[in-house]
């Protein structure tokens, strides 16, 4: 095992299998839609949509047209692409230059399309997150209707995003979203039979069988991780991310020695001081300080002190059994029968999986295998 100062290993085979398996809660017909926007979510875009592709996604959604560039730059010539974020005049253009399908909701929209040279839109109804897409059903069905009328624009699909499908304690909200949107959508669809309806996110895929219409748009799942932040392996999902570093540095700690700035830890009993060069730097958050477990040789050692930006230090014991020194550390990921998973770190830091991953800086390089085999 070649140690890395800071390693992002990623099993393309996991992701390969999370697709499989989300694919397995949909109908036949039924489209999986694999979300790698921010990097796929601290994976690497252009490998994580390889791998979804491979599982059995069939379209791919990014948040920003140069995201939708890189794809493209990468390759992935045929994927259908999807481009779910807002748009300047300057990203619109580049969105359809990478032949992406784009998202409209109000008339202008529908004519910075033509004017750009025309594409594939999908129009989006603001059932309730309060973000993008009109709230008025009426208005989105009259934007459906210009699509229809304006030359070079082609109604691709029309579609609606949940603010609680994760959330499973939500007083009816998530119900009352599908209703809203399962009404509008109903009609159009039943006037062009061709277009692709779609709404579920990880959560809403897992939660609901009448949220998943003609494609699922799923993020945080392809990657193995739970979209209601438990453990991921209750539902069958495998984590594909690890994400380790290394003991750069032993040393002994007397009682009342302290390590890393502001003296945030200070030895009650003589212990030994692992010394690890990955912090905030590299994504792995302040917040983390005195406040996380990191796995030695197979065992749980607590992160003691402060997280500095290129440094962490973990407490050892007072005598580790064989020699900790130059030993793989895991902060994210399975070593011997222990785990530690980004939900866990999450709820340390009192935030979600999602963001763990996305922290992760480039200065951590992304490697990928698959089950252990070199790709
Ligand atoms: C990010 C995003 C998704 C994917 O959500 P997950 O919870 O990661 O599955 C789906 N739809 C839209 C509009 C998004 O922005």
């Not at 694999?34 to 069939?58: F, I, T």
């Not at 897992?206 to 392996?233: K, S």
């Amino acid at each position: 095992m070649t140690t890395r100062r800071a390693l992002v290993r990623v099993n393309v085979a996991a992701i390969e299998r999370n697709c499989a398996r989300l694919r397995g809660e949909l109908r036949g017909s039924t489209e999986l839609c694999a979300v790698v926007k921010a990097d796929g979510y601290g994976h690497g875009a252009v490998q994580s949509a390889r791998a979804a592709l491979a599982g059995g996604a069939s379209w791919l959604a990014v948040a920003c047209a140069r995201e939708a560039r890189e794809l493209r730059d990468a390759g992935m010539g045929d994927a259908r692409v999807l481009v779910m974020g807002a748009l300047t005049a300057a990203e619109l253009r580049e969105a359809l230059a990478a032949n992406a399908d784009v998202v409209v909701w109000r008339q202008r929209d529908v004519e910075a399309v033509a004017a750009a040279g025309g594409g594939r839109v999908h129009v989006k109804l603001d059932s309730g997150m309060g973000r993008l897409g009109t709230r008025d059903a009426a208005e989105a069905a009259r934007v459906v209707a210009f699509v229809r009328y304006t030359a070079g624009v082609e109604l691709a699909g029309l579609m609606t995003h949940f603010a609680t499908a994760d959330d499973l304690d939500d007083a009816g909200f998530f119900v009352h979203q599908l209703a809203v949107f399962t009404d509008w959508a109903r009609e159009i669809k039943r006037d062009h039979p061709e277009i692709l309806v779609h709404a579920a996110n990880s959560a809403a895929l897992l939660r609901e069988e009448r949220a998943h219409f003609d494609m699922a748009r799923c993020g945080i799942a392809v990657y193995g991780m739970d979209p209601f932040g438990a453990d991921p392996y209750q539902r069958g999902l495998e984590p594909a991310l690890q994400l380790s570093s290394y003991v750069a540095e032993v040393k002994g700690l007397a009682v009342g020695e302290s390590a890393g700035y502001g003296r945030r830890f200070v030895a009650t009993r003589d212990t030994c001081l692992g010394v690890l060069p990955i912090g905030y730097g590299d994504g792995w958050r302040r917040g983390l300080s005195n406040n996380a477990d990191v796995l030695v040789g197979g065992r749980r050692r607590p992160l003691v002190g402060t997280v500095s930006m290129d440094n962490i230090t973990v407490d050892l014991g007072p005598d580790p059994t064989d020699e900790p020194l130059g030993k793989e550390a895991i902060l994210i990921g399975v070593q011997d029968a222990e785990r530690i998973t980004a939900e866990e770190v999450a709820s340390r830091l009192g935030t979600i999986n999602y963001e763990v991953t996305c922290a992760l800086t480039p200065r951590v390089p992304r490697s990928y295998h698959r089950d252990g085999e070199p790709t």
